[in-house]
């Protein structure tokens, strides 16, 4: 069975996010001011192959903890998407 | 007796030519180590150069650390042989988690390319101190070299003797204003516990050679070769 998660991966609150204070330090021009905590990362999907969701979403973390994202800046969430087949 | 240095090159990799020359400069004897090759090519001492290996997918670092030669060069740090990571051999050192902490996008967002100053600390690498105070001068050129670790980390780090350079003015006074990426503790460069593995943003091997500028990374390619050399002529003895 195929199972189809997205993997979100942000910096840790508190380290500075240059990328995502420089769009919001931009979004005024075009006239939105009242924008604030902007902050950028990532977006990583994939398809895991397993017998059940539980047991793909075990090996999604693991993939998430140690190589999807650096423990030391970055946090990650992951979320399931519909079953493909 | 030269001591053999390797400088390993990865897809991406850009400063590997300059270090083997610099190695060449400093009178050791230069070898390649490929990427996908699994030993060192008999090399007594490793770089680890600069560049943008695996085009900094993911993260800085992040790919090469999978690389065949990076389970070589682990081993050979974990048996205590020098290892020396440039800017993108710091992050690859990071991102395997043979050194600490994390390097992330500069502070001012732009790409620093400059000659800066850094200082050397008092702490203890093997087999040869830097002359704490000592003021080198050396080009940085890196869009992420802001290097952070968690406050444990760094207190670690300090305590221990384990920051070997920071980022400082001309006179070796420390001044954020002169620290080029935002890092924790004015941070450019810094030692394993065991003081066999050093990484720094800053690049020795574009800083050797006295025609071209500054010569502020001959100390820091000399302490490589030093170290090098003890543990060659350790296991020449050995063998007989």
């Known amino acids: ?62 993939m998430a903890g140690r190589f999807l994202s650096n423990p030391v800046i970055e946090d990650f969430r992951i979320l399931a998407m519909e079953e493909t087949s | 007796m030269k001591p053999r240095i390797g400088v390993a090159s990865f897809p991406g990799s850009n400063d590997d030519r300059d270090a083997l020359r610099a190695i060449r400069f400093m009178g050791a004897e230069p070898v390649s180590i490929w990427h996908a090759d699994r030993d060192l090519n008999g090399a007594d001492g490793v770089i680890l150069p600069g560049g943008f290996s695996y085009g900094d997918y993911l993260r800085t670092g992040a790919i090469a650390r999978f690389a065949p030669a990076m389970a070589a060069v682990r081993e050979f740090a974990e048996e205590g042989r020098p290892v020396l990571g440039i ?46 105070g000592e003021v080198l001068q050396i080009p940085v050129k890196h869009g992420e070299g802001r290097f952070v670790a968690p406050p444990n980390v760094l207190g670690r780090l300090d305590d221990g003797g384990r920051i070997a350079f920071r980022y400082c003015a001309p006179d070796g006074r420390l001044d954020h204003r002169f620290n080029p990426n935002g890092s924790s503790g004015d941070i450019a460069g810094i030692w394993n516990e065991r003081g066999n593995v050093l990484g720094l943003m800053p690049h020795p091997e574009h800083a050797v050679d006295p025609d071209l500028g500054p010569t502020g990374g001959q100390q820091v390619l000399q302490w490589l070769l030093t170290a090098a050399r003890h543990l060659a002529r350790a296991s020449a003895i050995t063998a007989v």
């Open chain 2, 87 to 132: 800017c993108n051999g710091f992050q690859i050192l990071c991102e395997a988690g043979l050194l600490p902490g994390a390097l992330v996008r500069n502070q001012g967002l732009a790409f620093v390319c400059r000659r800066i100053h850094i200082r050397a600390e008092d702490s203890s690498g093997n087999f040869t101190k830097f002359s704490a």
């Open chain 1, 1 to 62: 069975m195929k199972h189809r998660f997205e993997v979100l991966v942000s910096l840790k609150a508190g380290l500075l996010d240059p990328q995502g204070k420089t769009v919001q330090d931009a979004l005024p021009t075009l006239g939105w001011d009242n924008v604030s905590e902007v902050r950028v990362g990532k977006h990583i999907e994939l398809v895991v192959e397993a017998e059940d969701e539980a047991s793909a979403r075990a090996q999604v973390e693991d």
